[in-house]
């Protein structure tokens, strides 16, 4: 099922996920319904908080990016089929000199801006199963992951850019909040939710 994307200004979008247990009710359904909104909406990734709940848990599907001809063909290879779910993960080290890449995010739609990261992460994760695991990864994957991972924390890759992009912007994540936007997927609003 296709889940509206919670919009910027929502509160949720600014909590630090839960960790969850194998019993969080319909966990099954709910991975494939946000796999099945990211693919509706054209992402490589999407965590909880943006369907609204504020839970340790994201997915990635990396396979758009292994088109990019920019791209050494490593990489590429690598990009490709590269799917997994993160569930309560946690970040233990970054690593390496931070690169910039132009990041969008579903829940700020329109408004791209380049983002500094480190190229390389080890984080520890459970996928389905629940059993933990630790993995390195870099490039283009490493990044996606931060950024998921930055959604479970309450941050946004806006928050990550200069004051004077911050503002530059201001009026379009106004009218983000405002539910003034228009995209090919359904979301929903913080102050359309709050006028009823």
Known sequence: MILPIVGYGDPVLRKIGQDITPEYPNLKETIANMYETMYNAYGVGLAAPQVGLPIR???I????FSDDEDLP????KDLKGFKKTFINAKIVKEEGEEWGFNEGCLSIPDVREDVYRKPTVTIEYCE????????VFDGLIARVIQHEYDHIEGI????KISSLKKRLIQKKLKNITEGKTSQEYRMKFFAAKKAR
């Open 61 to 64: 599907d990396t396979t758009p």
């Open 128 to 135: 389905e199963d629940f059993v933990m695991k630790t993995e």
């Open 156 to 159: 946004l890759f806006t928050d």
């Open 57 to 59: 848990l994201f997915v």
């Open 73 to 76: 063909s490593e990489e590429q």
